[in-house]
């Protein structure tokens, strides 16, 4: 099956080996399929919240899957993923969520957090927007940076987030290696991004103001390229 740029995005950013990979608001378990195809992990759940979409999943997975898979096991689970239970388990899992927006995504990552309080998480994010409070939101939790990446899919800009709360990287409310100034892409996702917030500020006075202030500086440096 051919993915999406962005989902082809995540899938590449997937590059260690995992005991449990969680494919979170799954839609039609794309990404979920490519990995466990690939062996990305021992076992691939796929997690969403809408019956018509998992059930409808599951009957696809088992008629489609064991053509090309040996060895490996996938599990579809209809909940939401705020109530998610990770296995006991010594080996390291990765829970990805992606095609929600930021503040729904940062409520599922704290709700997890909560009750995971003592082990290791790892998550990669990739919102359809609100990349600033995610990324605060982050920060408060003291997650680490991993990896991140910029992309751009039908005219819309993402932010692709691996973080883990065994990482001593800090994250950056505005993103950090993901940049490359040097390219078109970025440059026309940070106009965009401080257009985007110059409106904001109209309204949301100071806090907006405090976030330009963060990306103003971002291309100030863009400039002198």
């Known amino acids: 099956m051919k993915l999406s740029h962005r989902l082809e995005q995540i899938n590449q950013m997937v590059t ?3 005991d449990h990979i969680w494919d979170c608001c799954c839609d039609h378990g794309f990404l979920g399929a490519a990995l466990l ?3 990305a992990a021992d076992k691939v759940h ?7 979409l998992t059930e409808v999943l599951e009957v696809q997975l088992a008629r489609f899957l064991p053509d ?5 096991d996938w599990q579809v689970h209809c909940m939401d993923v705020s109530t998610l239970r990770l296995p006991e ?3 390291r899992q990765l829970i990805i969520i992606a095609g929600v927006g930021g503040d729904l995504t940062l409520e599922m990552v704290q709700a997890i957090t909560r009750t995971h309080p003592d ?16 990324r605060q939101g982050l920060i408060e939790l003291e997650y680490g940076l991993l990896d991140e990446s910029l992309v751009r899919e039908n005219r819309r800009f993402y932010e ?11 994250i950056s409310p505005i993103g950090d290696r993901m940049w490359d100034l040097s390219r078109d892409l ?10 985007h917030y110059e409106r904001m500020g109209r309204n949301a006075g100071q806090e907006a103001e405090q976030i330009l202030a963060h990306y103003r500086k971002l291309q100030v440096s863009a400039e002198k390229l």
């Open 46 to 52: 796929f997690v969403d919240v809408v019956p018509s």
């Open 68 to 72: 090309f898979l040996k060895g490996y």
């Open 186 to 195: 970025d440059r026309e996702y940070l106009s965009r991004t401080i257009a």
């Open 89 to 91: 388990s010594s080996g």
């Open 37 to 39: 195809q690939r062996g």
């Open 16 to 18: 260690d080996q995992y």
């Open 160 to 170: 692709i987030i691996h973080v883990s709360s065994d990482s001593d990287c800090v």
């Open 119 to 134: 082990r290791e998480l790892e998550f990669m994010l990739c919102p359809v927007r609100q990349h600033y409070l995610l």
